[in-house]
C-alpha cells in the first residue's frame, strides 16, 4: 500500500515530497517506510500524539 500511496503521488505531482508520521520508536511502520526509500527527518511534535518521527521521501527517487 505504501508504494501505491508513493505512486500516486508521483503521478499527480512528479516533484512533491510525501511526508509520513511514526511513534517514535522502531516498528513495523519504521520498517515499511524504509523499505520504501522515506529517511528519517527527525523528532517532530504532533498536537494529538506527542514526539514523533517525522519521515520524507522524494517522489524522484
Known amino acids: ?16 515530497t ?3 508520521r511514526t511513534l517514535p520508536a522502531e516498528n ?7 523499505k520504501n526509500g522515506f529517511v528519517l527527518s527527525g523528532v517532530v511534535i504532533d498536537e494529538e500524539d506527542g514526539e514523533v518521527f517525522e519521515w520524507h521521501r522524494s517522489v524522484l527517487i
Do not use: E, F, W
Open 1 to 16: 500500500m505504501c508504494s501505491s500511496l508513493v505512486k500516486i503521488a508521483r503521478d499527480a505531482h512528479p516533484t512533491i
Open 18 to 20: 510525501v511526508t509520513a
Open 28 to 34: 513495523a511502520s519504521t520498517k515499511i517506510l524504509k
